[in-house]
C-alpha cells in the first residue's frame, strides 16, 4: 500500500547534507531511481518516465534538476498529482489550470498540446496556470526543436516578480535552448494572480531569439544571465563522461522513496508470475 504519512515524514527529515557528503553516480544510476520514486509517488505510467528524464536532462546541463527536485519533494509525497484542468481552448489558445501541481506531471500533455494545434495552425499559445518547477519544462522545449518546431516558453519568478525567465529553441536546433533571465524594469507585464503561471508559443514558422524577445521585454531590460546552448551542450557532454554528483543524504531520501513500489509479494501477485 506505499508508505504512511508518518514513514514518509521520516524519509524526508534526514538531515540536509552538503556537497562534501556527496556520491556520484551516473545518468543510467540516476534515471532508473528517478522513474521508481515518481511511480511510488503515484505519477501515471509516461509520467514517471518523463519526469525522471527532465530532472535528469537539467542536471546534466547544469541547470540544478536535483536542488529543484529537492525543493519540491515535500510537496510532491504531500498527494497525488493534481489532475491538469482546461480552462479555454480554441484552434490557436489553450488555456490550462495544474492545480498547483508540478511541470513534472504535466509537460509532456502540455507540449504535445501546443505541438498540435502550431503543426494545424502554424503557430500556437498554452497557458498553463499554478504550475511549479517551471524551469523543469526547458527539457520539453529543447525537445520540442528535436521535433521540427520553434518554441518559446516564459515565466515570472514568483519570489522575485521582475525576473522573467525565458527559453526558447528553433526547429532543428540540436537538442539545445537558449535560456535567459531578465531584471524588468516594471512589473506590470504579468498579473500577480498570474505569478506561477507559464506561457509556451510554438511555431512551424523559422523564428530567431529577437522575434520573441521584443514583445515580452522593455528596451534596456538587459538579461542578467544569458545560457546559450553551447554552454548546456558542453555540460551535458562533461556530464555524461564524469557521472553526477548528487548529496548522500538526498541520495538516501530517494533510495527510500523508490521502496514505495517494492511491495512484498502476496498469494495474489505470485498467481500471475509467469504468465
Known amino acids: ?12 527529515d534526514i538531515p540536509i547534507g552538503t556537497r562534501a557528503n556527496a556520491v556520484k553516480v551516473s545518468k543510467n544510476e540516476i534515471t532508473a531511481l528517478l ?6 509517488l503515484k505519477f501515471r505510467c509516461g509520467e514517471y518516465e518523463s519526469a525522471a ?28 498529482p493534481p489532475p491538469l484542468r482546461s480552462i479555454h481552448e480554441s484552434e490557436t489558445k489553450a ?5 498547483n501541481g508540478s511541470s513534472l506531471n504535466c509537460a509532456d500533455v502540455v507540449m504535445n498540446l501546443a505541438y498540435t494545434k502550431a503543426l494545424a495552425q502554424e503557430c500556437c499559445s498554452v497557458t498553463v496556470l499554478n504550475c511549479h518547477n517551471r524551469k523543469l ?12 518546431m520553434s518554441c518559446l516558453a516564459y515565466w515570472r519568478d514568483a519570489i522575485d516578480p521582475v525576473a522573467l525567465h525565458v527559453v526558447i529553441t ?11 533571465t531578465y531584471k524588468l524594469s516594471e512589473q506590470s507585464f504579468i498579473e500577480d494572480s498570474q505569478r506561477q503561471s507559464l506561457f509556451v508559443e510554438c511555431s512551424t514558422k523559422p523564428v530567431t531569439p529577437d522575434d520573441h524577445i521584443g514583445s515580452l521585454i522593455a528596451d534596456g531590460d538587459n538579461p542578467a544571465t544569458n545560457v546559450l546552448p553551447a554552454a548546456l551542450q558542453n555540460n551535458y557532454h562533461a556530464s555524461l563522461m564524469q557521472g553526477l554528483s548528487i548529496e548522500e543524504d538526498l541520495w538516501t531520501q530517494l533510495q527510500a522513496l523508490a521502496q514505495i513500489v517494492l511491495v512484498e509479494s502476496s498469494e495474489q501477485s505470485r498467481m500471475g508470475a509467469g504468465a
Not at 1 to 12: D, H, P, Q, W
Not at 35 to 40: A, M, T
Not at 137 to 148: E, H, P, V
Open 170 to 180: 528553433a526547429a532543428d536546433s540540436d537538442g539545445m535552448p537558449c535560456y535567459s
Open 53 to 80: 528524464d527532465m530532472i535528469v536532462w537539467a542536471e546534466m546541463c547544469g541547470l540544478s534538476g536535483l536542488l529543484a527536485l529537492r525543493h519540491s519533494l515535500p510537496y510532491l509525497t504531500e498527494q497525488s
Open 1 to 12: 500500500e506505499g508508505f504512511t504519512y508518518e514513514e514518509m515524514s521520516k524519509i524526508l
Open 95 to 99: 488555456v490550462l489550470d495544474a492545480n
Open 137 to 148: 519544462f526547458i527539457k520539453t522545449i529543447a525537445d520540442c526543436g528535436n521535433r521540427g
Open 35 to 40: 522513474k521508481q520514486v515518481f511511480e511510488g
